[in-house]
C-alpha cells in the first residue's frame, strides 16, 4: 500500500508544525498549507495528494470557501474539517458540500488516523469504480 499523502491546513502555525511531526510518525507523508490560497495553489502543484485537513476558521479565504473550490478542482480529494466550538454550523455546512467528516479541535490522534483510514478507503474505492468504468467503455469501444 503507497503511503498516504494528506495536507494539512492551518493559520496557526506552531499548530500546524506539531500536528505534521505527530502524524509523519505515523507514517504519512505531509504537505502543509497555512491558508486557504496557499492550499489551492499547493493541490495544483501536488496531483497525488489523497486528503486535506482543512481548519474551518481561517482568516481571508475560510475554511468552507476553500473545501468548495478543492471539490470543484479535485473532487476525488477527500476533506477533513477541523473545527473550533463556534464553528460547527460552518463544519455541518461543509458536510453538505461534500467534506469526508469534521473534528472538533483539539481532536484525539486515534480518532483522526482513523478518520484519515475511512477517508482513504473511500477515495480508493472511487478511483477503482473511476478505472472499472474506462476499461468497460474501453472494452466495449473494441467490440463494436
Given at each position: 500500500m503507497a503511503v498516504v499523502k494528506v495536507m494539512l491546513v492551518?493559520?496557526?502555525?506552531?499548530?500546524?508544525?506539531?500536528?505534521t511531526k505527530r502524524l509523519t510518525k505515523r507514517d504519512l507523508s505531509v504537505v502543509t498549507?497555512?491558508?486557504?490560497t496557499?492550499?489551492?495553489?499547493?493541490?495544483?502543484?501536488?496531483?497525488?495528494?489523497?486528503i486535506v485537513i482543512l481548519d474551518v476558521k481561517m482568516?481571508?479565504?475560510?475554511?468552507?470557501?476553500t473545501l468548495r473550490d478543492?471539490?470543484?478542482?479535485?473532487?476525488?480529494?477527500?476533506?477533513?474539517?477541523?473545527t473550533g466550538n463556534a464553528t460547527v454550523e460552518s463544519a455541518i455546512e461543509g458536510m453538505k458540500l461534500g467534506a469526508y467528516d469534521y473534528l472538533m479541535k483539539p481532536c484525539d490522534m486515534d480518532?483522526?488516523?482513523?478518520?484519515?483510514?475511512e477517508a482513504e478507503s473511500k477515495k480508493a474505492s472511487q478511483?477503482?469504480?473511476?478505472?472499472?468504468?474506462?476499461?468497460?467503455e474501453i472494452t466495449l469501444r473494441q467490440g463494436s
Open positions: 492551518d493559520d496557526e502555525v506552531p499548530f500546524v508544525e506539531a500536528m498549507a497555512f491558508s486557504g496557499d492550499a489551492l495553489d499547493k493541490l495544483q502543484k501536488n496531483d497525488d495528494i489523497d482568516p481571508g479565504v475560510d475554511g468552507v470557501q478543492i471539490k470543484k478542482d479535485h473532487p476525488l480529494v477527500e476533506v477533513i474539517l477541523l480518532l483522526l488516523m482513523a478518520k484519515i483510514a478511483e477503482e469504480r473511476i478505472l472499472e468504468a474506462r476499461l468497460r
